[in-house]
């Protein structure tokens, strides 16, 4: 049996992690592979600066750093972001799938043009500015906001009727722009995924359900990353990573970000 990992790139508790795991419905898998979902120690509270994305990055990077050691045969990513998947194949010798880069270049195998669903006008901006350092910008039809407020942890589910309305008339104006794909700009929208592909006139790519094929992929080919893109640190400091991140848990259970937004 091969055990993928995946890191939800926020502390959430059980419930939290469960409506993650859900994305593994929208996907058929064969019967020899496993997915293990973890949530990082520590990350930011929300997801829309340069700010926000470091910490992303470090937490991500942290929750994976020791998948090979404790057995796992691959990692994903839980974010559009793709935070930490870059330092993680720099010192991991199994693959790395995150959905972000990967959801764009599936697209392109099925149009010529993308559009992407944000959840708002900030949310909008940051994928701009991913598309952009990805290369793909000439790719780009549109990124719609949907107007509506992200929950990390219970994602859309209550919110159905509400939400997904609001998807499909982002998606149809993206589609009017020349969209001929349209991909989900958080995984946190997995859930209107297969309601999305039945009720619009193009291909939906839900992105998390994505990178699990992609992971059955790349273990049935035997496949990894490159280390020519990726070389080794010359100096790892691994322990001063999980020190941090430890510091960093201690630091938010004792309500330091509350304690912080008060000072400001």
Known sequence: MRRALVIVP???????????????????????IAFDFRPVKASCTSFMSDHDWIFMDAGCFEAGVTAQEEGYDA?????MSDSGAAALR?????????????????AMMLGTKFGILAMTEVGAFSHHKWVAER???PFLAAVEPIGAETDVAKL????????????????ERAIKKGAEVI?????????????????????????????????????????????????????????????????????ERKGGAKKAKTRR
Do not use: C
Request: hydrophobic share 45%.
């Open 10 to 32: 926020f502390p959430l508790d059980a419930q939290g992690v469960a409506n993650r795991r859900l994305q593994l419905k929208s996907v058929k898998l064969g019967p020899d």
């Open 75 to 79: 990692v994903v990513i839980d974010s």
């Open 90 to 106: 720099s010192v991991l010798d199994i693959p790395v799938i995150a959905p972000g880069r990967s959801s764009l270049l599936f």
């Open 135 to 137: 290369q793909l910008t």
């Open 156 to 171: 859309m589910t209550g919110k159905e009727d509400r939400v997904f309305p609001l998807m499909k008339a982002a998606a």
């Open 183 to 251: 991909v989900l700009g958080s995984t946190t929208m997995h859930q209107a995924g297969t309601w999305l592909n039945k009720n619009v006139s193009v291909p939906v790519v839900n992105p998390g359900p994505l990178t699990y094929k992609l992971v059955e992929t790349a273990l049935a080919l035997d496949l990894t990353h490159s280390r020519k893109a990726f070389p080794r640190p010359t100096a790892p400091k691994l322990g001063m990573l999980h020190a941090m991140l430890d510091a960093a848990k201690a630091y």
